[in-house]
C-alpha cells in the first residue's frame, strides 16, 4: 500500500481543484456554500448562504442574535479587509446599573448579557459590497432547512438535553423550539425551527416589496432587521421579560430598538505581521485576534524549523509563548475607540526580545503580563477550582471544550476560496441556544458575549456603553511572498488562537498540507484567565490529546507543566483553504464528526 500512496495516512483527503473550495464545521453549509459557486456566485455570495445555514444547522454554536468577524480579500480591492460583526453594548449597559443589581460580574447567560446582534447586518454588508447575487439567493437554502427539517447533530442533542431543566424550568420559550412534543430531540431528528423560517421569509417579502433592485432589496432588509420588526420584538421581550440568569436571579435586558438602529458593521485594516515568508492578518484588538501575533513575534526567535511537532520542545516553546500572549491579552486589550491599546509596542522586536527572555526549559506557573507605562491595568487571579466545564445547566460561557478536551461544542467557521481568488475566513458565533432564552416572535436567542466585559472602572475592557466587548472570534488569512495564500480558523473560545497557531506552526516548519496540519495532535493550555464566566485560570495546566506520544508527555510533566491527557481526537475544530496560482486545496477537520470540505 505504502508504494500506491507513499504519503502520510490523513483522516480524509486534502481537497484539491482549480473551480473553488469550501470548508466549514457542518457538512450541509459546506455543500450549500459549494451550490451557490456552482450557480455562479462568488466566495461572498457563498459566505453569506454558508452563515445563514450554520445557523440554523449548529443552533448550539451560533444563531442570529450573535456577532461576527470577517477576513476578506477581494481581487477587485486587491487587499486583506476585517468586516467587524462585533455588536457593542447597549446604551443602558452600564457599570453602575449592573452593580445596582447586585451583580459583580456580568452573567454568563440571559438578557443583561446582550450585545447588539452584529450577524445580520454584517451579513448584508458582505452580500452588498462584496457579493453579486440576490438576497433570495442566499436565504433560501437556511430557510428551507428550517422549515422543512435538517438531521440534528449528536453534541446538539447533548447540549439540549444540558439545559432541559432550565428550558422547562425557567425558559419555556425556548422549550416550546427545543423540546419537541415535551421530549429532547434526539440526535438525527429531522429537527425544524418553522418560526426562525418564519422570520426570515418575512424579511424577505419586506424586502422584495422594495422592487427588483438587488441594493434596494438588501436595504430593505437591513431596515427590516435593525429598524423594523426584529428589532421591536427584541426591545418589547428585554422590557418585559425578567429572565433567570446564572447569577441566580431574574433580569430584564437593557438592549433596546434604538441600540440596534443606531449600529453598523464597520470595514477596517487587519493587523498584520510578517513572520518569514507570511504576513499574517487578523481583526484589531477589540478582538483576541492579535495574540496569535504576539505569539509568532516571541516564536519567530527561535528555530522550529528541525523540531518534532509532537515533540517536547516544540510544544514548550509554543505553549510557553502563548501564555506570555494571552496575559498581555487580558492587560491590555480592548476596544480601541474607546482606549488607547499599544499594540505597535506589543508586536515590535524590542519588547518581545525582552519578553522572550522570560521563556526557560521549565514551564511558568505565573501570569506575566508586560509592561508599557500608561497602558493597561491590574489584572486579579481567579483561580479554578478542579476541571473546567464548558456548558452547564444554566448555559453559561462559550460553547468550546469540556473536561479533559472533550468536544462539547465549540463555536462555527469556515473559509471560501472561489475561481477568481476572493477568499473569506469567518468565525460567525453568540446566540447559541443555551446563551438565552427564544423570543418567542423570532424563533432565536439574544448573544451573551457582554459577558467578557469587566465590571471594574479603569480596564481596557471594562463595561461601557456603545463599547465592542473583546471578542474571542478570530478568523485569520495570510498573505505568502505578498500574494492572498491562506484562510483558517477554528471554534474554541480562549482555544481559538492556540489551535490557529499550532496548525500554522505544522504547515509552515513541518512542511504538512492543510489536512496533515488539522488531523495532527493538539493540545491547549489553561493557563490563563478564560473570557467568559466565571473567568477563572488554571496555572501551569496543558491538555493535550492521547495521541500526543507518551515521551513527550512525560517530558512535558518533568519541565512542570501540569499534563491532563484528553481523548485521542478532541482539540480543536479547524477548517483552512488556500490558493496558490490556479490551484485551490481546503481540508476540515474530523473532530466532532460534522466538518467537511468540498471542492473541484
Known sequence: MSKINPDPFTSRPEIEGTFGVVTSTHWIATAVGM????KGGNAFDAGVATAFTLQVVEPHLNGPGGDVPIIVHDVKRARPEVICGQGPAPARATIAHYRSEGLEMVPGTGLLAACVPGTFESWMLLLRDYGTMRLRDVLEPAISYARDGYPLVERASATIKTVEQLFRKYWPTSAAVYLPNGEVPKPGTLFTNKQLAATYIRILTEAESAGGDRDAQIECARKAWSQGFVAEAIDAFCRTQAVMDVSGAPHKGVLTADD?????????APLMYEYGRYSVCKAGVWSQGPVMLQQLALLKGFDLDGLDPTGPEFIHLQVECAKLAFADREKFYGDPDFSDIPIATLLSDTY??????LIS?????ELRPGAVEGFGAVIELRRAEGHREAVGAMGAGEPTVGRFG?????TVHFDIIDHDGNMVSSTPSGGWLQSSPVIPELGF????RAQVFWLEEGHPASLAPGKRPRTTLSPTLALRDGEPYLAWGSPGGDQQDQWITQFFLRHVHAKMNLQEAIDAPAWHSEHFPISFWPRTARPGVLVVENRIPKPTRDELTRRGHVVEVGPDWSEGRLTAASKVGRRRRAAANPRGMQGYAAGR
Not at 445 to 448: A, D, E, F, I, K
Open 35 to 38: 451550490a451557490i459557486l456552482e
Open 260 to 268: 440596534m438602529a443606531r449600529w453598523q458593521p464597520t470595514v477596517e
Open 352 to 357: 518581545n526580545d525582552e519578553r522572550r527572555k
Open 361 to 365: 526549559e521549565n514551564a511558568s506557573l
Open 406 to 410: 472533550e468536544v462539547r461544542g465549540d
Open 445 to 448: 436567542c439574544l448573544g451573551s
